[in-house]
C-alpha cells in the first residue's frame, strides 16, 4: 500500500503564486523508482493531467494549459513531488491531486487538496 499526502493549496488572486506538496510513503517503497504526475478536476469537468515527471526528474510534461506557468519537481531524498504554480488564473481552479505513475498510468493518488483563483 501507498499513501500520497497532500499540503499547500489554498485561495490565490489572479497572478498569484501557490505550491503543492505531495509526500509518499509506502512498505518497501522506493520513490525514486517511479513517474509521478498531477491532475485536477474543475466542477462539472473531467480529470486533467496538469503535469509529470520521470523518476530521475527528467522529461516533465506540462498541459498546454499550464505550460510556462506551473513547474514540477521533486526531491526524492525526501520522497516529495512538488508543483509550483505561478501566473495563475481563475481557469485553473480545481481540485489537485498527485498521483503515483505517468498520467492515466497512476495506481495511487492523493486526497486532493483544493485551489482557488479568484480576485
Known amino acids: 500500500q501507498v499513501q500520497l499526502v497532500q499540503s499547500g493549496g489554498g485561495m490565490a488572486q489572479p497572478g498569484g503564486s501557490l505550491r503543492l506538496s505531495c509526500v509518499v510513503s509506502?512498505?518497501?517503497?522506493?520513490?525514486?523508482?517511479?513517474?509521478m504526475s498531477w491532475a485536477r478536476q474543475a466542477p462539472g469537468k473531467g480529470l486533467e493531467w496538469v503535469s509529470a515527471?520521470?523518476?530521475?526528474?527528467?522529461?516533465?510534461y506540462y498541459a498546454d494549459s499550464v505550460k510556462g506557468r506551473f513547474t514540477i519537481s521533486r526531491d526524492n531524498a525526501k520522497n516529495t513531488l512538488y508543483l509550483q504554480m505561478d501566473s495563475l488564473k481563475p481557469e485553473d481552479t480545481a481540485l489537485y491531486y498527485c498521483?503515483?505513475?505517468?498520467?492515466?498510468?497512476?495506481?495511487?493518488r492523493g486526497q486532493g487538496t483544493q485551489v482557488t483563483v479568484s480576485s
Open positions: 515527471i520521470y523518476a530521475d526528474g527528467s522529461h516533465p
Open positions: 498521483a503515483k505513475g505517468w498520467r492515466d498510468e497512476y495506481d495511487y
Open positions: 509506502g512498505y518497501r517503497f522506493t520513490f525514486s523508482n517511479y513517474a
